[in-house]
């Protein structure tokens, strides 16, 4: 009931979970779960109090060899929107309503910014001898939540702290004693809270397919999805990052399994990048427009990696869906009142005995649920390539414009809008072309309401094409085709062998029509390739040449022209008469990106000697036909070379999907496989617990409990000595450290089980009673969700070892530790499933096991030759003191971290590191090394929400070197010389036992 039992309850639990757990103890939420216990006390009582927790915990010396309680707190300078209207519990209740009356955490945000003051201040001020508090180990929660000041709140307590005085606490102990550690929730793979922040983004003018709640299918540029949604449902975060949710779904990839399907979304967001943006086009002309930082993925031996859009280079390989057809119910009505109403004529329009018509209409109406005929379907393609509508006055006119000698299409068009108009259309003869025309306002604001376009320029590729019959695809196809497509056949020559180049094409002025069309001619297996090209043409009426970008679609390979002239009756010319087996990129495989050897393919040795970088799939030998070439061949994607990538100056919104379920991928409209913007909160662990609504309220007496019951670390370095410079051997061996290390678990949990069954485990297994129903609550550690975590040492040395370069010195080695960390992290997922236990991988603080590694490499003859080209630390010193002792001055660098002696700048390691941070599941942390510095507080804060807001770095600290008397405490500060006495700095060093 008292605060101070309270505060003394707190110091106890964790210095008894000591005694059972030898790793680091820590409260989650500390303030927020304290306040109550405090309501209505005074600043200067509640500082007495935070002085008595952090004296407690450091009188406490019941860890390994007498040690202090290697202890934590999470803070908060406010109540977390997770916990506002959450009942509080504390004196013995959960004031629910029930037990109590119904209080909430969100009633202490006083206590809570008092608290977190209190507790900096006692950390600023240290000990009696001004000497700082290791322990417990304040981790500052930085949350989008307490990024917004409370304004309201601030105004109504001027007295108070806000958000921003206390946050400036931290950095002003940073800077002091380098003590707080900073926990980043602001990147979109933690998004604490409503957190939505993002930096991974596409172009607006990307084109983007959807599946809407109706089922049905719209590609729009996803600037144009975000401005569809209502202005009152958006969210702005403190960076002015807008999200607007949208439940739809969309083609997603899983890119291990590789197989492509509908996946829900939850939104769409936008931001402001003013920078570059990276241009990607793929030898198929396909293309990409994202920021640097957009992930995307690569090939390499068999697998699709995760990376960033900055490190991808000419020649690289993007996966590619082979397929636009998701299996949706065919549309076979056009709801036309619906399409009407709903592109705003409304007010045009009257629906009489089941026709639609316009308002004194002369002519007959049409269906209110007009068939999706061929008749409808074949008018649509022609107009697409020849067609255009306009109004003059009250008069409006859609019109069909063939060349005279195109007789057979003339006929067919008038016979088509014959056919689901049920009137003839005006045929005239002008001087250069035969129109085919029909006056009638009710069709013209049905092409708009079904977003035919008006113009050249506007051209659009109904979304109704999308969802219709698969047949109905190739009739649209055949008729756009006929009427503005061309066949092209070119002889070439090479020695005596003459060759002809066949093609379909089609060229349009209208960006969306024409990259539509390759997206449509999916669903009938079809891919096409894309072209852009400025062009220079002359003005019919002025004769003047002005500036016009074409697009064009091509269809080159004889497999795809076969594929497209069987569906839709066009091209038939194009196929070549000979029997050869001739295919394009989307039938080849690159050799090595795909994991494939030469002795796999048919004419080995003409593939080896000519240096050819992909095979025919064709002529992939049976037996090579396995595993990941076996996924590559018959998958859903394909990957596909990029030719080029263009930096594109840019100052505009940036768009992104947000959180497609579980793959977290999707495409754009030329089918190009991309990541998407993961909001994740704490919340979503709803769908991974039963109990977590439980948790929340505290129902019989159920809680959050967090933690791992094993750590072990894996040495990267040596799997990379064994490998032999094999790159799947390397993986090979890494997996095969886990296997180990899983056989550990399995010895762990069954000795665990053991203890747990004698009852060797008081403190964790407790059950306390609820002093209001006297039953037993649940266990205090929830044992079964514990986790068993598995470290990586030497990264930088594994990748330098097999590529001759560090982390920092090339691409190469980068790119090589990014895909050993993603193959380790699903592994680690394939072992959890395997083993039914939970197995993160994770950065482990493992210092002290670098150099135990280290040592055991050089002093295992096998590796000491190696050992020697990459560790760090003193070789010759090492070499002079081996047999002397184990404690020899080398290591290998912890984690996924950059060499801590590399000569990079601050910028070049967060570029490196913070890659790693959403791989692995936690442990990992970023250093910024202050040296004997004392920087400015607000400068600190600066850089540190500058590097929250806008890099994945998840954990960070800022560590001081300090000068400690081993008699007398105090703080040596670096000082000027006089002016004229010498250049530099001179430390201060006035004690010989210093």
Known sequence: KRAEVAVLHAVKALGSAQTNFAGGQGYYNFLTFMAPFLEGMDYEEIKQLMQMFVYEMTQMMVARGGQVVFSSVQLSPGVPTLWRDKPCVYRGKVWNGEQAPLRTYGEFEREVRLLFKALMEVMLEGDYWGKPFSFPKPEISIEPDFLNEDEEFNREHPDLPTYQDLYLMTFELAS???????????????????????????????????????????????????????EENRQTDLYGTEFAPLDAKTPSVDIVGMTASLRPFHGIMRKKHSGEVLRITLESGWRITVTPDHPVFTLAAGRFTKTSARRLSTGDYLPVVKTAEFGSNPVRELDTAEALRAAGHAGEIVLRDGEVNIRNAKNRGLSEMLPVTQDFVRFLGYYLAEG?????????????????????????????????????????????????????????????????????????????????????VGTYLDAAFRGDGNISVQAGQQGSYIHRARSIRIKLVSRNAVQKLVWLAQRIGVQMNYVEQETTVTHPQTGKPYALTAYTCTITAQDQIRRFSQKTGYGTTAITGSSRQTGGIFTRLPIEASGLQYTG?????????????????????????????ERLINGDIHPVRIRSIERLPYDGYVYDLVDVADTHTFTN??????????????????????????????????????????????????AAYKAEGDQERLFAELKSFMDIAVDLYRIKRRWMSLIRTNGRMPFAMQRPKDPNTGERGTVGVDLEGLVYTIGVVGVNEMVQHFTG???????????????????????????????NMTIALARTPAETTGQRFAVADLLDERFREHALKVIKGDAEQAL?????????????????????????????????????????????????????ARPDPRGLMEMAMNLCRTTQIGYFAFTRDLTVSLKEYREYKPVRQDRGTGAGLSPVADRADA
């Open 601 to 629: 393919l048919v004419y080995a040795s003409q593939y080896a000697s000519s240096g050819h970088h992909s095979a025919q799939v064709s002529l992939i030998r049976p037996e090579a036909q396995t595993g990941n070439v």
């Open 669 to 718: 409209a030329l089918g190009i496989v991309t990541g998407n913007c993961c909001a994740y909160q704490f919340s979503s662990l709803a769908d991974e617990d039963d109990e977590f609504e439980d948790k929340l309220y505290f129902r019989e007496g159920k809680h959050f409990s967090m933690g791992s019951w094993q750590v072990m670390s894996i040495n990267c370095p040596r």
């Open 880 to 932: 002079d003191m081996l047999g002397t002792t184990l404690d020899l001055p080398i290591y290998y660098t912890n984690g996924t971290h950059v060499a801590p002696g590399a000569p990079v700048p601050l910028t070049k390691r967060i570029e490196i590191e913070h890659i790693f941070f959403p791989i692995v599941d936690g442990g990992n942390i970023f250093h910024v090394w202050l040296g004997e």
């Open 176 to 230: 002091k004693y380098g003590t707080p550690y900073y926990d980043n929730q602001i990147p979109p793979y933690r998004g604490a809270g409503e957190g939505i922040s993002c930096y991974q983004c596409l172009a607006g003018d990307e084109l983007v397919p959807i599946v809407d709640s109706n089922g049905r299918t719209r590609i729009r540029k996803i600037e144009d999805l975000f401005e569809d949604t209502p």
């Open 388 to 472: 255009c509508s306009d109004t003059s006055g009250r008069r409006y006119t859609v019109r069909l414009s063939f060349g005279k000698h195109e007789e057979d299409l003339i006929k067919d068009a008038a016979a088509c809008i014959k056919g689901f108009l049920g009137y003839e259309p005006l045929i005239s003869e002008e001087a250069t072309a035969v129109n085919v025309t029909v006056n009638s306002k009710l069709l013209y604001l049905l092409l708009d309401a079904i977003s035919c376009g008006k113009c050249a320029a506007e051209k659009n590729v109904p979304d109704l094409l999308f969802d219709v019959d698969r047949e109905l």
């Open 805 to 835: 370069h560090q982390l920092h010195e090339s691409k190469e080695a980068f790119r090589l530790a990014v895909r050993a960390m993603t193959e380790l992290e699903m592994y680690a997922r394939e072992l959890s499933k395997k083993h």
